[in-house]
């Protein structure tokens, strides 16, 4: 069974664009997350989705935004990037949210801006 | 708000020492606690869990026990390997349902031949 798949694996940005980055789930999981990993702050809760809605958000700015489709992969969108968003954005998927639900991650989109 | 405090790193051990990196939480209710994993290049990996008060959690040699009364969950290992070395987490989901890990700081570990 393939492991969850996140593209592109690494991205330069210059300050002020923006950036989507794509998390495909394990088959048949429902539940996708997203954080933020950085030296500085360590991992950070981004969003949670399920069902194609979002359940859960940490403590970030509108620039970041999400979204799950219907085949349950999901995006995450920042606008306006700041050299401060340079980070390894991580993803995991699960069955469907609860604690009993193993959280599988993938290895992560290294995102750079200048 | 919730928050888990790991010990500093880096730890730096010989083969076949005894491993203990301490964890500590705080939190609301009684969230499950979990040790993740990281290998260079790699995502998290899952090394062990545990759910309620005094549940041990063990896998490949590791072992950690939920301590509610200490609110720790320090992660042990009787004999380390070269492969052992990576960056472990320690790390709460918060409670019923919700799929939101809160993470410690992250201890990286090298273990020398």
Known sequence: KAGVTQTPRYLIKTRGQQVTLSCSPISGHRSVSWYQQTPGQGLQFLFEYFSETQRNKGNFPGRFSGRQFSNSRSEMNVSTLELGDSALYLCASSLAPGINNEQFFGPGTRLTVL | ?113
Request: proline share 4%.
């Open chain 2, 1 to 113: 708000g919730n928050s888990v405090t790991q010990m500093e790193g880096p730890v730096t051990l010989s083969e076949e020492a005894f491993l203990t990196i301490n964890c500590t939480y705080t939190a609301t209710g009684y969230p499950s606690l979990f040790w993740y994993v990281q290998y260079p290049g790699e995502g998290l990996q899952l090394l062990l869990k545990a759910t309620k008060a005094d549940d041990k959690g063990s896998n490949k040699g590791f072992e950690a026990t939920y301590r509610k009364e200490t609110t720790s969950f320090h992660l042990e290992k009787g004999s380390v390997q070269v492969s052992d070395s990576a960056v472990y987490f320690c790390a709460l989901s918060e409670v019923m349902g919700a799929q939101k890990l809160v993470f410690g700081q992250g201890t990286r570990l090298t273990i020398n031949p």
